[in-house]
């Protein structure tokens, strides 16, 4: 897979968590600042349409979702 791949599939993964939650991004900046990080909701927008962004990022989102697996295929 090329790197634009990569991006796509793991920014897919994390909207597709919110979506399953049905969480929309403002939730998640609530549920984030409820775990001490913030964020704006333009910036998770931003890094989401991109895909890039960390992978502590990533899993700081997973967690405030409270996602207990993350199916990868």
């Known amino acids: 897979m090329t790197e634009t791949?990569?991006?796509r599939l793991v920014s897919g993964l994390l909207k597709a968590e919110l979506k399953l939650q049905g969480l929309s991004y403002a939730d998640l900046v609530e549920?984030?600042?409820a775990i001490g990080v913030e964020e704006k909701e333009a910036n998770i927008s931003n890094k989401l349409s991109r895909g890039r962004f960390s992978a502590v990022f990533f899993a700081k989102c997973l967690k405030a979702i409270g996602s207990q697996r993350l199916k990868l295929d």
Do not use: I, V
């Open 5 to 7: 791949e990569w991006e």
């Open 31 to 33: 549920r984030l600042a």
